[in-house]
T-cell receptor, first 114, second 118 residues
Framework: GENVEQHPSTLSVQEGDSAVIKCTYS??????FPWYKQELGKGPQLIID?????GEKKDQRIAVTLNKTAKHFSLHITETQPEDSAVYFC????FGSGTYKYIFGTGTRLKVLA | DADVTQTPRNRITKTGKRIMLECSQT?????MYWYRQDPGLGLRLIYY???????NKGEISDGYSVSRQAQAKFSLSLESAIPNQTALYFC?????????????????FGPGTRLTVL
């Protein structure tokens, strides 16, 4: 079945450095790729997303890139801050067929060291 | 006030007991979902509902059932809990209004219910 692989599972960076999390999806019909951030004791929250007709999207310190040919998409966080410490999930979806598909990656625990 | 609420937030129960987890939302969304989160496995879909009369199985529905009592309420039941159902459970909602054939949409998650089955 369809799946989304996410790497690394844990990532530690020094405050101010950049962090990159990578995901690979298997379903070529996927057309929407959101990223969610889960803080301790809370539910995941959308932080950025990208559609299949766009190669890159940026929102302040976070950006997402998509390579449809390779079926890769990545989250980039620049100038990391302690409040960026959380678990990050990628996901891939395809609603074009009328059937619900929303596959999450396994998550990356990001630790920003002060 | 939270838009998506889950009750209880924590529950410890014994093997064989029937458990119900409840989810309510004030966002006015038509779609609701139940996910299970396990360490190293991410979020896995248990059941989803696109409307009050619509119930669909997700990736891991065995051992679970759901009820969509109203647009704002979606409950998850474990008829006979077993230890490997120990996990963090999340309810989520999304809004399909104005989107053809359910295109891109954000999911809004509740705070989660931590369930322990002894």
């Amino acid at each position: 079945g369809e799946n989304v692989e996410q790497h690394p599972s844990t990532l530690s960076v020094q405050e101010g450095d950049s962090a990159v999390i990578k995901c690979t999806y298997s379903d070529s019909a996927s057309n929407y790729f959101p990223w969610y951030k889960q803080e301790l004791g809370k539910g995941p929250q959308l932080i950025i997303d990208i559609r299949s007709n766009v190669g890159e999207k940026k929102d302040q310190r976070i950006a997402v890139t998509l390579n449809k040919t390779a079926k890769h998409f990545s989250l980039h966080i620049t100038e990391t801050q302690p409040e960026d410490s959380a678990v990050y999930f990628c996901a891939a979806t395809d609603f074009g067929s009328g059937t619900y598909k929303y596959i999450f990656g396994t998550g990356t625990r990001l630790k920003v060291l002060a | 006030d939270a838009d998506v609420t889950q009750t209880p937030r924590n529950r410890i129960t014994k093997t064989g007991k029937r458990i119900m987890l409840e989810c309510s939302q004030t966002k006015g969304h038509d779609r609701m979902y139940w996910y299970r989160q396990d360490p190293g496995l991410g979020l896995r879909l248990i059941y989803y509902s696109f409307d009050v009369k619509d119930i669909n199985k997700g990736e891991i529905s065995d051992g679970y059932s759901v009820s969509r009592q109203a647009q704002a309420k979606f409950s998850l039941s474990l008829e006979s809990a077993i230890p490997n159902q120990t996990a963090l459970y999340f309810c989520a909602t999304s809004d399909s209004s104005g989107i053809p054939l359910g295109a891109y949409n954000e999911q809004f998650f509740g705070p989660g219910t931590r369930l322990t089955v002894l």
